[in-house]
Nanobody
Framework: QVQLVESGGGLVQPGGSLRLSCAAS????????MGWYRRAPGKQRELVAT???????NYADSVKGRFTISRDIAKNTVYLQMNSLKPEDTAVYYC??????????????WGQGTQVTVSS
């Protein structure tokens, strides 16, 4: 009922920048919050940043001051601007949306993931 499509991943050198996008579509009545998570090789998935419908944001300590999350409510899209990238930022990045579809209970939906590789 709800699909999330991520884009913007790729290979970048240390110190470089990337911008991830995630567009939600389907039977959406209201998006309560959206966020980005990542899973590095051999590690558990971790929160990167979240943003609520009231534009309240939350960041992992490891990305504060370097990453910025934002959203376009009209387009049901969330962005993650990543600056000053480090090799330890290498991971698969996943988009998550908490969605009210009216016909079903509020629940989380996940994207398929996009690879970000930071390497020289």
């Amino acid at each position: 009922q709800v699909q999330l499509v991520e884009s913007g991943g790729g290979l970048v050198q240390p110190g470089g920048s990337l911008r991830l996008s995630c567009a939600a579509s389907g039977s959406i009545f209201r998006i309560i919050s959206m966020g980005w998570y990542r899973r590095a090789p051999g590690k558990q998935r971790e929160l990167v940043a979240t943003i609520t419908s009231r534009e309240s944001t939350n960041y992992a300590d490891s990305v504060k001051g370097r990453f910025t999350i934002s959203r376009d409510i009209a387009k049901n899209t969330v962005y993650l601007q990543m600056n000053s990238l480090k090799p330890e930022d290498t991971a698969v990045y996943y988009c998550r949306a908490t969605v009210d579809t009216v016909s079903r209970p509020v629940r989380d939906y996940w994207g398929q993931g996009t690879q970000v590789t930071v390497s020289s």
